[in-house]
């Protein structure tokens, strides 16, 4: 009898949460959105066994409407409740709870995504776990009731997590795989370059939202009329103080009436003399050519052969070079 009662009670508890999420995730609206997997995830483990992906069926938790692949697609849910979860065991490394975290953090890399393991002990409100990237995705850094950095375990109320100010806006537009992308080509681009960058990915992402909005991913990028993080003046480190959001049109031309394209280079301390920019200037060869041989960013030479950059040396040159007989 008494097992018969766990499975009801585990039952309960999972409806329970099912319920709670899609309410979440619908602003109210709908407690239907998400339902108890098929044997509580094991369709999915049986089938990545076999070599079958059935990532819609892994975890406890499956969307059964559009809005609850917001959720499924991006985290492994697995939901449990115990009289006793050894929440003691997070000083001890060992335990129910630890074997359980492993165990969705293990499922989790498995199908792609992020761990999200949802709690309840007697006598203990319901607690949700993740690790820092669903912190981050969830934007619920205010709310950290405790962190355990060995694990990558954030907890976290999860009454207060859907019911506070912690919004879905991420879910719907954000891709955090593209982001940390986008962030790690940025940061490399300053290290060659030799500027200073002094954003974390958090920070980063944070600015990008502020400036452009949710869907900032599509608005950022390096063609003409996308925007980019542009340091004021061309001078100083990337950094919240010293950066403002400007297109990539806008930022080309900042670079030439500041100097700085054609002087700041990727290779070295290699600097361009007058000499050598209008050579550059002349040169009918392919950019990449150039910019190999003399130690600069192709870029560089795009905006020298244009006149954005070294204007007060190249505006008054002829098309082509004038040949002094002798």
Known sequence: MRRGGGKLKGAAFEREVCRRLSLWLTGGKREDTLWRSAMSGGRATIGHAKGMKLTAQEGDVSAVSPEGHLLTDRFNIELKAYRNLDF????????????????????????????????????????????????????CEKIILMEVPPL????????????????????????????????????????????????????????????????????????????????????????????ECITQQQNARDRGTHSTAAKGTTIGTNKLTEAQVIDIYYDERSSTTIATEYGIDRTNVWLIKRKKSWQWLVENLPRKRRIRLT
Not at 96 to 110: G, L, N, Q
Not at 208 to 237: A, S
């Open 88 to 139: 003691e065991g997070l000083l001890t490394m060992k335990g129910k709870f630890i074997d359980f975290w492993s165990r969705t953090c293990h499922e989790a890399k498995i199908h792609k995504k992020l761990p999200l393991f949802i709690a309840k002990q007697n006598r203990y409100p319901i607690m949700a776990c993740t690790n820092n990237l669903g912190i981050h995705l969830l934007k």
């Open 152 to 243: 990558d375990l954030n907890i976290i109320n999860f009454s207060t997590l859907i019911s506070s100010n912690v919004t879905t806006e991420r879910l719907v537009h954000y891709d955090v795989g593209n982001a940390l992308k986008a962030f790690r080509a940025h940061k490399s681009r300053a290290a060659r370059n030799g500027i200073e960058f002094e954003f974390s990915f958090d920070v980063w992402v944070e600015w990008w939202e502020v400036m452009l909005g949710p869907k900032w991913q599509t608005k950022r990028g390096r063609t003409r009329n996308k925007f980019v993080m542009g340091r004021k003046k061309d001078q100083g480190p990337y950094a919240p103080g010293n950066v």
